[in-house]
């Protein structure tokens, strides 16, 4: 209740220029990611061995594989980012703030909260190796729970590059557009056409980069009327389907189902197609959504859920985790269904509302961490500090997110990548001393 009438007085409080619909879809796009995770992701008991079997659903129910095209919205996610940045890069300008001091702003309301997270499941892959749990199953756990952070190694990437790229969008317009969708194109050739897989990574750049972009267009409100940006969607719905059924792209948006390619580890040029689509549908509908919005209370849930945006994304998966360990405790309870039966699907709704009720109070308790601005008498560090500082903090949560943490205190696979997360974020100057503010 407290929280609530906080945010029911910063929402009334709100400048009348401030677009709330950016605010909408940072909320929208991270509620449906979790959301989506939570519906796909699961255990099941084996009747025949009676083990207990994680579950994706993409692999054993294959027609989930179209569902990744609705809830896969990370471009929304970039899009909003490229809103948000401009915004902050107008604003640092106007009043005569450096790269090095909005970066480190920027950086530290964007890491701090990760870093809590990679440290307790450190702490707790520890613990389960010293109780005899294999490095395997370790792996597996902490992978899974630190999935989330794979988003913030490339987004912390874009927010490094934000100020040169904001400054092409300034000179080029659309063209600069244009080149990181062609680079996309272009190494989408090489991977599939010449089989060049290592140039395939740089497309965590290319595409992303390119939905940063179109967060730049409209702020600059270039993004067409309603009729123009429905067309826009509509051929860039035809383009992804034909690329699907035509080309060499598989269906899933999503994930990594099955032994081929995938569309999103490496991101491929479906996923920006993906994103136009997105960006013109859910812009032909800013206007309505503005008004919309105006409506105190409904505004007010919006500010609420973006005050703690980042730690619900954080922690939802470790919030799941903790529910499936419960079951498997309790002898499996929930888990006997056949997946992809109609009583499994009925029971997924279940499965979400339980985190939700698990979640929302370690959301409260943790999200001051990330509402916390970096203490007033601490100078920014040098931005040849920030710069690999941040890139080794991008390295080590891309091992967490791919490899896991084993728990080995002497393993590489543990204390080198907390070293990795927790010494970078230290050289980019962010630690957990309390703010003044």
Not at 58 to 73: C, N, R
Not at 233 to 251: E, K
Request: charge should be positive; include cysteine.
């Amino acid at each position: 209740m407290r929280m609530w009438l906080q945010a029911r007085e910063m929402a009334a409080n709100t400048p009348a220029e401030r677009n709330r619909y950016v605010d909408f879809l940072r909320a929208f796009s991270i509620l449906f990611v979790i959301s989506g995770h939570w519906l796909i992701t699961g255990a099941y008991i084996d009747p025949q061995t009676g083990s207990y079997v994680p579950l994706l659903a993409l692999e054993v129910v294959p027609w989930t594989e179209w569902l990744t095209w609705i809830f896969q919205v990370m471009p929304v996610f970039f899009m909003v980012g490229g809103y948000a940045n401009a915004v902050s890069l107008e604003s640092a300008a106007a009043k005569g703030i450096g790269y090095g001091a909005w970066l480190a702003t920027r950086l530290y309301r964007l890491l701090r909260p990760m870093l809590l997270l990679v440290l307790v499941w450190a702490v707790i892959a520890l613990l389960l190796f010293a109780g005899g749990i294999s490095t395997e199953s370790i792996q597996f756990i902490t992978r899974t729970a630190l999935l989330p952070t794979w988003f913030l190694a490339i987004y912390t990437m874009i927010v490094i590059l934000a100020p040169p790229s904001h400054a092409a969008w300034r000179r080029w317009g659309c063209w600069s557009l244009a080149a990181y969708l062609a680079l996309a194109a272009a190494t989408d050739i090489a991977f599939f056409g010449f089989d060049w897989q290592l140039p395939g990574w740089s497309n965590y750049f290319w595409i992303w980069l390119a939905m940063h972009h179109l967060g730049f267009a409209w702020r600059d409100d270039r993004q067409g009327s309603p009729a123009v940006l429905l067309a826009v969607a509509a051929a860039a719905l035809i383009a992804l389907a034909l690329a699907v059924v035509w080309g060499p792209y598989p269906i899933a948006m999503a994930g990594s189902p099955g032994e081929g390619p995938s569309n999103s580890l490496p991101p491929k040029l479906t996923l920006a197609a993906l994103g136009f689509v997105q960006f013109g549908v859910l812009l032909a509908l800013e206007k309505p959504m503005r008004l919309l919005l105006k409506n105190l209370r409904f505004w007010t849930a919006t500010v609420l859920i973006n005050s703690m945006i980042m730690t619900l994304y954080l922690w939802h998966m470790s919030v799941l985790l903790l529910l499936l360990g419960a079951s498997w405790l309790t002898g499996g309870l929930g888990l006997g269904m056949d997946p992809g039966s109609a009583g499994w699907w009925w029971a997924r709704i279940l499965w979400v509302a339980i985190p939700v009720v698990l979640l929302l109070p370690a959301a409260i308790g943790l999200s001051p961490l990330e509402r916390m601005s970096r203490p007033a008498d601490a100078p920014a560090p040098s931005l040849w500090r920030q710069l690999p500082g941040a890139a080794l903090v991008g390295l080590g949560i891309s091992f967490t997110a791919l490899f896991g943490i084993d728990g080995n205190p002497l393993s590489p696979a543990n204390t080198g990548i907390v070293a990795l997360v927790l010494g970078g974020g230290w050289i980019c100057g962010i630690g957990f001393r309390p703010s003044r503010t």
